[in-house]
């Protein structure tokens, strides 16, 4: 079946390490998304990919990075630079003409102690 | 810049009945997409519902039905006939060119 995961479903890190969360999407999908939730926040976005090897930050990028060296595949990476990295993490995808809802990975509860 | 506004952050209803989720939103561009999601204690996002900007016509979806007033910039969601399983946190989403805004949601609680 195609879809989008998300690994993994928890994640503890302690302070000031980096963390990567992987996405994975077998949708043949140009485009790819990572936001943040938070409680109250809804979801905030980070970086998006509209094609391979290229990425652009969205509204809360600071902290983050990201690489979008495969089309099905884009990584996030939580830096120790991201101030409050504890939040549930959502990946998405969408064909590139965006006339289309966006598909979600289960998402990932990051927990940085 | 698009915006989308949610300004329920709680709403209830009583089974069987029906209630009315509130969206507006903000925008410069002449074709988009508006979308309800629900996002049950799983967290796993779900579509319910999709408007395309350019048709007129109110989308439905079984239980689910929208008013979009594009002059208003507003969408709202209605649920009829609720049932327990509705209770879930509901996202109104808009895109345009190039990405997905989401509104900060409105939780859903349905009493037996």
């Known amino acids: 079946d195609g879809g989008i995961t998300q690994s993994p479903k928890y994640l503890f890190r302690k302070e000031g390490q980096n963390v990567t969360l992987s996405c994975e999407q077998n949708?043949?999908?140009?485009?790819m998304y990572w936001y943040r939730q938070d409680p109250g926040q809804g979801l905030r976005l980070i970086y998006y990919?509209?094609?391979?090897?290229?990425?652009q930050k969205g509204d809360i990028a600071e902290g983050y990075s990201v690489s979008r060296e495969k089309k099905e595949s884009f990584p996030l990476t939580v830096t120790s630079a991201q101030k409050n990295p504890t939040a549930f993490y959502l990946c998405?995808?969408?064909?590139?003409?965006?006339?289309?809802?966006?598909?979600f990975g289960q998402g990932t509860r990051l927990t940085v102690v | 810049a698009q915006t989308v506004t949610q300004s329920q952050p709680e709403m209830s209803v009583q089974e069987a009945e029906t209630v009315t989720l509130s969206c507006t939103y903000d925008?410069?561009?002449?074709?988009?997409?508006l979308f309800w999601y629900k996002q049950p204690p799983s967290r796993q996002m779900i579509l319910v519902i999709r408007?395309?900007?350019?048709?007129?016509q109110n989308a439905t979806e079984n239980r689910f039905s929208v008013n979009f007033q594009k002059a208003a910039k507003s969408f709202s969601l209605k649920i009829s006939d609720s049932q327990l399983g509705d209770a879930a946190m509901y996202f109104c989403?808009?895109?345009?060119?190039?990405?997905?805004?989401f509104g900060t949601g409105t939780r859903l609680k349905v009493l037996a």
């Open positions: 925008t410069s561009e002449s074709d988009y997409y």
């Open positions: 408007q395309e900007a350019y048709k007129q």
């Open positions: 989403a808009y895109t345009g060119t190039y990405k997905y805004i």
């Open positions: 990919s509209q094609i391979v090897n290229d990425f």
């Open positions: 949708l043949n999908h140009d485009a």
């Open positions: 998405a995808s969408s064909p590139y003409r965006m006339n289309t809802e966006a598909f």
